[in-house]
């Protein structure tokens, strides 16, 4: 839990005596305050029984390994259900509170609540915020979502391909892209026409990555990759990501990372050129 406003060491004692009481002493407490907890609060609360309080010095200097060490955040694979971090956060023995995941699974993570498969959480409980960038704004990392067309020097082709792809991206069908999936739309009309300007009215989930994208600055940063070999090198990304979560070292393993993915790229480039 968290405590900004003051009375934090009266609170979290509060807590920890209520939990006994209940006979759920078992049950760990971690806080932080976002700095409103002084060092020798942190002190005197972990003597009291708290099982951790954060300073945010903690965070920067833990990182995301050094959480996952300290249990406050789980790593749950590759992910390769595309919904396993819902299957955590529905857990009834031990429940994560949140997850990092594209916004493309807003609208299947829904359809699973909606369906009852987890009494014990509706679709209503489910929150969504935004990423946060390094400097603590709301950033935005672009990905997925590519199709590339190939001269096969077909005149009828092309041009079939070419309808294709403007019927794909008309507002229309982005607006019922967008409505049926999470991903963010290609084109700002789409936000005008039905059914995502309902969808936007009467559910904010569906705009927290649209507008997160629009408030990203205009940089390379917020641009997302454009690489032929895209889907080869998020599989060797996931594969080094998992590594270093596994103890490997970060810098070197991240060095290996972008050897294979450089390799991928000139790999395609000599095929393609």
Known sequence: MTS??????????????????????????FGGGGGTILPSEIEELHKYGITRLY???????????????????????????????????????????MAIHTS??????????????????????????VMPGPDGKPGALIGGASLWPVNSGDPVRIAATWDFLSYLVSAESQSQWATDTGYIPVRTDATEVEPYLTTLATDPRFSVAYEQLAASPDALTSSGPVVGPLREIRSVLATAVAAIFDGADVQATLDAAAEQANGLISDYNARNT
Do not use: C, W
């Not at 609540?113 to 679709?123: D, R, T, Y």
């Open 4 to 29: 900004y406003q003051g009375g934090h060491t009266e609170y979290f004692k509060y807590m920890h005596d209520l939990l006994k009481e209940k006979g759920a002493g078992h049950i760990k407490i």
């Open 55 to 97: 300073h945010p010095d903690d965070g920067r200097a833990m990182g995301l390994q050094g959480m996952i060490n300290d249990g406050l955040a789980v790593d749950i694979g590759a992910n390769e259900s595309a919904q396993d971090d819902l299957l955590k956060i529905a857990d009834e023995t031990a429940p994560a509170a």
């Open 104 to 129: 493309a699974a807003l609208r299947g993570a829904l359809d699973i609540l909606e369906s009852g498969v987890f009494p014990q959480l509706l679709a209503e409980d489910l929150g969504i915020g």
